[in-house]
């Protein structure tokens, strides 16, 4: 295909916001359709966005259209669903949004498509999981946001502590995209200096703690998070048109596991090309397998 066509599912604030984050940036995308179970929301958002193609540092092809579209889309990014509300966890979502997966995933297999699914909605490994069941498609070919916002906040953190950079911190939040979640401090560095001989240990925690519980205080705070997650959907989009295969931590199918999580692959054109094989701690080793026990029982929760 290599059309470099894109399509985002769903325009509340998360899929707007990806769009609005790839216009303003130079990117591989040439086109870009919009659609939602709400078509003048998908068609609002879509005039909206070509107001800017005049001043915008790059000029893509917009338009709203419907499932039919994906038939030559490269990828599929999927951010419909019911939304998180205040006091409510990614797993509470997990009913509602496999139900409404299943109908959309299935109209754009109809179509013909055969690119990549990038999926955002939550509880995301779930969701991503559940669209590779629905779609066929090779486990590669289907992946998740997984854990790049949670490390971005992460290295971000860590920055905030020693006064470098976050780009020049190797770091990662792996497991879940929620409550179980963990940090591999035993792998992280700064160019080569192991955080964890820079930070003590309680300070590594309360990070951990922050980067874990962030999103539910930006959602106390303003209703929803968007920029920070559409913002790491652009460079994983980039990353997969690009064929960069570069080091991100998405959610892909562990075959070992037989579940979708966060973990550190190799992404490029044909999706996430390779889960890495790290060697972690002990003590992680025991956390990564709560969380991945967690993701089993969610999915074994689901009858269709």
């Known amino acids: 295909m290599d059309n470099n066509k894109i399509m985002i599912v769903g325009t509340g604030n998360v899929g707007a916001s ?11 995308v040439n086109e870009i359709v919009l659609t939602d179970i709400i078509a003048k929301d998908a068609a609002g958002e879509a005039m909206d966005l070509k107001d800017a193609l005049a001043v915008s540092p790059s ?6 259209g419907t499932y039919k579209d994906a038939r030559d889309c490269d990828v599929v990014v999927i ?3 019911a939304a998180q509300k205040p006091g409510e966890t990614r797993m509470d979502l997990l009913k509602k949004n496999v139900n409404i997966l299943k109908g959309m995933v299935e109209q754009i297999m109809d179509s013909g498509f055969n ?6 909605t939550n509880p995301m490994d779930v969701m991503t999981y559940y669209t590779m069941k629905f779609s066929g498609l090779p486990a ?16 971000t953190r860590i920055a905030s502590y020693l006064d470098v950079n976050p780009k020049s911190i190797h770091a ?3 497991g879940e995209h929620g409550d179980t979640e963990l940090t591999l401090w035993s792998l992280a560095d700064i160019g080569g200096q192991p955080v964890s001989k820079l930070l003590p240990a309680a ?13 539910y205080d930006i959602i106390d705070k303003k209703g929803a998070t968007y920029y920070g997650i559409a913002t790491c959907v652009v460079q994983i989009l980039n990353c997969i048109l690009n064929d960069e295969h570069r080091v991100l931590a998405v959610s892909s199918y562990d075959h070992f596991s037989g579940v979708s999580f966060g973990w550190p692959s190799i992404v490029g054109r044909n999706g996430a090309i390779r889960r890495l094989d790290l060697k972690i701690s002990e003590k992680e080793g025991i956390s990564l397998q709560k969380s991945i026990n967690t993701l089993k029982k969610a999915i074994a929760s689901i009858h269709l």
Do not use: H, M, P, W
Request: charge should be positive.
């Open 79 to 81: 951010t419909a669903g």
């Open 140 to 155: 590669e070919k289907v992946l998740g946001s997984g854990t790049v916002l949670d490390s971005a906040r992460l290295r």
């Open 115 to 120: 690119g990549i699914f990038l999926v955002v």
């Open 59 to 64: 000029y893509i092809k917009i338009k709203n």
């Open 203 to 215: 300070t590594r925690k309360d990070i951990s703690d922050f980067v874990k519980n962030e999103a």
């Open 172 to 174: 990662y939040q792996v």
């Open 18 to 28: 990806i769009a609005f984050a790839l216009l303003n940036q130079r990117t591989a």
